[in-house]
């Protein structure tokens, strides 16, 4: 599966790095280097989307970091334990859903996806930091 033109353009219109790759039917997009908010032990980390058969009507879940992030004072973020293997890689994942109706079919993709993961992002960092 390629990714749909609306995800293509809004990365060639920001010049957001990523790479498109598929195992086991499955597209995955990894953005190398990944900047992570303040809070954090470490700037930035490759970071991974995978994205299931039927994407952008089955919206993306969850998200993976290789290396592993931390927060800045040593702590983990919550649901962020499981080690999975993907693309010869060991990531850590971070297991986030949507609630019912916060995707929207048609409306949704990339762009709204990272929107939310950056937000998870600043508020993990800002609960859990102190």
């Known amino acids: ?7 293509l353009a809004f990365l060639a219109e920001r010049g957001i790095a990523h790479q498109v ?9 990894i953005f190398p280097g990944y900047l992570l908010p303040s809070g954090y032990d470490r700037d930035t980390a490759d970071l991974l989307i995978r994205l299931m058969p039927g994407y952008p009507d089955v ?8 290396p592993a992030v ?3 004072n040593g702590g983990a973020v919550q649901a962020t334990e499981s080690v999975e293997q993907h693309h ?3 990531w ?3 297991s986030r859903h949507f ?6 079919s048609g409306v949704d993709g990339l762009e709204s996806f990272l929107a939310l993961l950056r ?4 508020r993990c960092a800002g609960a859990l930091a102190g």
């Open 119 to 122: 937000a998870e992002l600043r």
């Open 21 to 29: 790759v598929t195992e086991a039917n499955v597209t995955s997009v």
């Open 88 to 90: 010869g890689r060991q």
């Open 92 to 94: 850590q994942r971070w």
């Open 99 to 104: 609630t019912p109706g916060q995707w929207i």
């Open 1 to 7: 599966m390629s990714l749909p033109a609306s995800d």
């Open 70 to 72: 931390r927060l800045a």
């Open 59 to 66: 919206p993306p879940d969850m998200w993976w970091f290789d």
